[in-house]
Nanobody, 122 residues
């Protein structure tokens, strides 16, 4: 499966963005999908993940209550709605897919899209 992430941009603190992760190739419904983010000099950080059915979701603690992950398997797209953005949410956001169980570990994911930059100014 090939993934493409888009929807990043620059916003002020308190603003919102919606990221999309579009899949081509194999059907996205076969994969758990995760969102990760990275800033220069730091490890890639888990943000959120959703299972194939959408019934199980996991969030990193700092984004709980502000971010919402969802998926539309017919459209082969996973979304990350980001509200109440903070400067510390700044980074390059990546989506990734794995055919097994939901995971918060980046090395668990076999397929990665290119990143999309999110910049939140104070």
């Amino acid at each position: 499966v090939q993934l493409q992430a888009f929807g990043g941009g620059s916003v002020q603190a308190g603003g919102s963005l919606r990221l999309s992760c579009a899949a081509s190739g194999r059907t996205l419904s076969s994969y758990t999908v995760g969102w990760f983010r990275q800033v220069p000099g730091k490890e890639r950080e888990f943000v959120a993940a959703i299972t194939q059915s959408g019934l199980t979701i996991s969030y990193e603690d700092s984004v709980k209550g502000r971010f919402t992950i969802s998926r539309d398997n017919i459209k082969r797209t996973v979304y990350l709605q980001m509200n109440s953005l903070k400067p510390e949410d700044t980074g390059v956001y990546y989506c990734a897919a794995d055919s097994t169980v939901i995971s918060r570990i980046s090395s668990s994911y076999d397929h990665w899209g290119q990143g999309t930059q999110v910049t939140v100014s104070s």
